[in-house]
Structures are given as structure tokens and as C-alpha cells.
């Protein structure tokens, strides 16, 4: 009989014994395989290819219009709570954070942007702090309105109360449905989002694509980060 075969006779017959020493362990380097892990493997290969795909829905959605596109102004020079400052006046711009040389480049590539990919849009609604509607001027050439409701608070740290505030000032604007055909741009701050949401806008200029379902709420069914907006 070959010298291979009966090594391989024996381990069968060990096996079929329960005699292998390994008892409960599988072909896999002795390691047992766990279902979970399994499905962990297949959806994290499975996401691999998923991201092109999805940002191309994406696009396909808000070129129909219907959306609310939620952005935090683009970035700032220094990330600092200005609007603790006693002194501070919204009508001058000196006294409030500046948009950084990256922050105007970002400001113009979403512009670029939208407007190459036919992206729709209505009113273009911004907060009174000046990086906020600069931040518009620089995307899109204009803003619609500025709304105190998308303003801080000025506090540097907020109590419960002020966060429901916050909340209860943004909700209107993310949930009110566009202008048909259009979608309507919101520039403002990263606490009212979180305070409407839950969700903290991270990095300074990114977007969070809303739904509003007709009704008091919405959905959010994506974000984009200032430089994604080129390779939707």
C-alpha cells in the first residue's frame, strides 16, 4: 500500500473514533469556525465593492431634488468657541473665526462641484456667523436668507436646556421639504446639528444628505466629505 495512504487510513479512523486529541476542532488550523465570524468576513468583503455604487445612488438622489443637504460651514483658521464671546458682534466679521486658505478651496470645489454635476438647488439657507454665508458666496455665488435659528447659542458650555433649544430651533429648517425638483442647502454649525441630530458633524465642511418625510422628521440616508463632492 502507498506510504501516503496509510498515514491517512490511520488519521480517518482516529477521527471517526473521536480519538484525534481535537476533539470539537475543525480543518482550519484547529481553530473552530464561528458563524458570526463567517458573516463578519462576507459583509466586510461584501462593503469592499459597495462604496462607487453607493455614492453613485447618492448622486442619482439628490439630482431629483427633495433633499435638505445639511453642511457645516468649511474650515476655519482655528477651531474655537467664538460665540462665548461676550463681545462678539455678528455683523463683524473680525471679531468671529475666518475661513482658512483650505476652507475657501473647499468652499469652491462644492461649487465646482454641483454645478458640473447638475445637482438642483432652491434656497440656500445660512446662519449669521460670517463663515457660514461666506462659506455660501464662495459654493454657490449667493445665499438665499440668514436664519438666527441656526445660530449657537451663546454659551461656551451648554446644559440640557440649551441643547433642546438648539433642537427645537433647527428641526423646522431640516425638516421642511424643498421646492420641487430642487434641494435646499443649509449652512451652519456643528452643536445645532448635533442638538437636532445626535449626530457631531466631523470634519468642518461635510454634509449630511436629509430626507424630510413631509411631517416633523427626516432621514438621513448619507454624508459627504468636501472632497468627495468631486468624485461622486
Known sequence: MSHILIPLLTALLLSACGLNGESGA?????????????????????????????????????????????????????????????????????????????????????????ASKGIPIGEIIVSEYCRSWKTANLAFGEWTKKDSRLNFLPYKDYTEDHIALMKKNAMPLLTRPPLPGTNTIIIGHDDPFEAATGIYPEPQGIAFILQPDGGKSFKIIGSVLPSEWATL
Open 26 to 114: 475543525s480543518s482550519n488550523g484547529g481553530q473552530a469556525e464561528n458563524p458570526a465570524d463567517q458573516k463578519t468576513k462576507t459583509e466586510t468583503i461584501g462593503l469592499t465593492s459597495e462604496p462607487s455604487s453607493e455614492r453613485s445612488t447618492l448622486l442619482d438622489s439628490i439630482k431629483n431634488g427633495g433633499y435638505v443637504i445639511y453642511f457645516r460651514h468649511a474650515t476655519t483658521e482655528r477651531d474655537y468657541a467664538d460665540q462665548a464671546d461676550p463681545l462678539m458682534s455678528l455683523d463683524d466679521c473680525s471679531s468671529q473665526r475666518k475661513l482658512s486658505t483650505q476652507g475657501i478651496k473647499e468652499s469652491h470645489e462644492i461649487g465646482v462641484a454641483f
